[in-house]
């Protein structure tokens, strides 16, 4: 296997947390075309965090650990597949899993892919994470849902002393109401560097950040968009103009 001595996207948000934007956004768009390349394969990561993505010593990406990879689509079959079990690191998971009850239910683990990108981001931009989980019940404990086994994450949510993440519960409220979803709180939640982010920006983060996984951005919707295709990609470090990218450990 290729050794990839640049060490861990986590390790490097930790030495380096004032990465120049745009080297940033080199990052994310290499993660963006690494999810593509899988998802064209039928292949669903379900585990997409810092930890999981490593970098050559020149900075290049790379998608590691499928420990809890599904293989949802084979070149014999037509239709994709649904996802059972849940998988990966709560924090990136996506609202839907939060619905699960037991392992017979199904969700669509790449739509689960992009959101997890999606908070990836703001880990790789801001150093944080916009919400702590992706459900908010607006009230204290309560009996888990009918049919929800026991640890599932149905009956977890419903444990939820404190509700869950408010943040995320006026998130969706606000994409709800408000006919400009660049104007949710959350994009000003992460102080003067969220003054940064441009209306392009947002609105691709806002399409991978849709709690319906069925009108959530794809890969390619998120390569396709206008701020993905103004980033430069660096090759392994060097840009066209000479200069360098260094979002690597080595």
């Known amino acids: 296997m290729e050794y990839c001595d640049g060490g861990d996207l986590f390790n490097l948000l930790t030495e380096k947390p004032s990465m120049p934007i745009m080297e940033s956004a080199c990052l994310f768009k290499q993660l963006m075309l690494g999810l593509q390349h899988l998802h064209e394969l039928g292949i669903a990561h379900r585990d997409i965090k810092p930890e999981n993505l490593i970098l050559t010593r020149g900075g290049t990406l790379k998608i590691a650990d499928f420990g809890v990879a599904d293989v949802v689509q084979t070149c014999f079959e037509k239709e994709a597949h649904v996802c059972h079990k849940w998988c990966g690191s709560e924090p990136f998971w996506s609202p839907e899993l939060w619905c699960l009850k037991n392992t017979d239910d199904g969700y669509n683990g790449q739509a689960l892919d992009i959101w997890s990108a999606a908070i990836t981001y703001f880990c790789i931009r801001f150093q944080q994470l916009p919400f702590e989980v992706a459900f908010y019940t607006g009230k204290p404990a309560s009996d888990p849902p009918s049919g929800a086994k026991s640890g599932s994450p149905a009956a977890v949510a419903a444990a939820a002393s404190d509700g869950g993440d408010r943040d995320y519960g006026l998130y969706v409220d606000q994409r709800n109401r408000l006919q400009e979803i660049n104007t949710c709180d959350l994009w000003d939640s ?16 806002a399409g991978m950040l849709d709690p319906n996984p069925e009108t959530r951005w794809t890969a390619h919707q998120v390569l396709e968009c206008d701020w993905m295709k103004s980033i430069e990609l660096c090759t392994d470090g060097e840009l066209s103009n000479g200069w360098r990218h260094y979002h690597t450990t080595a």
């Open 190 to 205: 992460f102080g003067k560097e969220a003054k940064s982010l441009t209306a392009e920006e947002k609105e691709c983060l």
